[in-house]
């Protein structure tokens, strides 16, 4: 069994958990674009998608699941010790405790919805993603990038903003905010696509991998398959 890995693996796995922490961190601030309200973590947010649907493609799902279950161990990590900091006594000659725990704290259902709401896009994205390589026998790369983001932004806006704000905003506000989000994260994929195309051909052609996923299993636990 073939368990080794590429410096190009190697480095969209990292890219893709360093824009999820960075998302979330970014996050923190409001933003208004167009006159509708979103998160800083936009600008960066859907590039993890983009190397959701680069390693799928060139890799396959289950390396693809490793990749997402490494990210989620990660974000966690980063979430928890941000807490610890926040709850930590500061030095008696700092007076930025109240700005840090207003840009760092969240309360434990938002954490849960953001963490959530990562794993089951992701993973919808990649299997949208990988199904549709196998139907369409690998053609059109560019339309199985955009429907599997469209499908997993959409899962993942769903989640996290019933989670997060239900019951504290009315439930238009929250299908609102989905739409938005989901829009505006897709429509930044379709823009940036002509670069994820130049990477992942560069990568196809230098490396000469192209899997398609025949016969795997899609279980989410399954972290052991990779290969």
């Given amino acids: 069994m073939n368990r080794s890995v590429s410096l190009s693996f190697m480095l969209l796995g990292i890219l893709f958990s360093v824009c999820l922490i960075l998302s979330n961190l970014l996050a923190t601030k409001a933003i208004s674009i167009f006159g509708f309200s979103a998160t800083a973590g936009l600008i960066i947010f859907p590039i993890s998608y983009i190397m959701n649907d680069a390693i799928v493609e060139l890799w396959g799902y289950r390396k693809a699941r490793l990749i997402i279950w490494i990210a989620f161990a990660m974000n966690f990590m980063v979430i928890v010790f941000l807490q610890l900091s926040v709850k930590m006594t500061p030095a008696p000659y700092w007076d930025g405790q109240e700005a840090y725990a207003r840009t760092f704290s969240q309360t434990p259902r938002v954490a849960c ?5 990562f794993l089951f896009g992701s993973f919808i994205n990649a299997y949208v993603m990988s199904r549709m390589k196998i139907r369409t026998q690998g053609k ?3 339309v199985r990038v955009v429907v599997s983001t469209l499908f997993g932004e959409a899962a993942d806006s769903f989640l996290f903003f019933s989670v997060a704000f239900a019951g504290i905003f009315a439930w238009k506000d929250i299908f609102i905010m989905m739409v ?12 940036i696509l002509p670069v994820t195309t130049a990477v992942v051909r560069y990568i196809k052609r230098t490396e000469q991998t192209d899997v398609y996923d025949e ?4 279980h ?3 972290i052991g398959e990779v290969s």
Avoid: C, D, N, P
């Avoid at 938005?180 to 823009?191: C, G, M, P, R």
């Fill in 140 to 142: 059109g790369f560019g």
């Fill in 215 to 218: 016969g795997i299993s899609y």
């Fill in 180 to 191: 938005v989000e989901t829009f505006l994260k897709s429509a930044y994929e379709v823009v």
């Fill in 113 to 117: 919805a953001s963490l959530f709401a």
């Fill in 220 to 222: 989410v636990l399954k």
